[in-house]
């Protein structure tokens, strides 16, 4: 994934695209977080494994998107 990409990841994301941001293969990823092994924080929903973007970025060693970024609003 690109920086651009990573810095539009929505607050949490599936397991699987973490595992793209982080080059780990869908089978050892989903081994890994039921393991409690994963690199980051892994957010269990039922069956359902999230990841949240701040974990992730903090993880890569990214910082957020600059407050530039977001959107601004003319009075």
Same mark, same amino acid.
């Given at each position: 994934?690109?920086?651009?990409?990573?810095?539009?990841?929505?607050?949490?994301? /599936?397991?699987?695209?973490?595992?793209?941001? @982080?080059?780990?293969?869908?089978?050892?990823?989903?081994?890994?977080?039921?393991?409690?092994? +994963?690199?980051?924080?892994?957010?269990?929903?039922?069956?359902?494994?999230?990841?949240?973007? +701040?974990? @992730? @970025?903090?993880?890569?060693?990214?910082?957020?998107?600059?407050?530039?970024?977001? /959107?601004?609003?003319? @009075?």
């Amino acid at each position: 994934m690109t920086h651009a990409e990573l810095l539009d990841l929505p607050v949490s994301f /599936p397991l699987e695209t973490a595992n793209r941001a @982080l080059a780990i293969g869908r089978t050892n990823g989903y081994f890994m977080a039921k393991t409690g092994t +994963y690199p980051v924080r892994v957010l269990q929903h039922g069956r359902a494994y999230r990841v949240t973007r +701040y974990d @992730l @970025l903090r993880y890569l060693g990214l910082e957020p998107a600059p407050a530039d970024r977001a /959107p601004r609003i003319r @009075l």
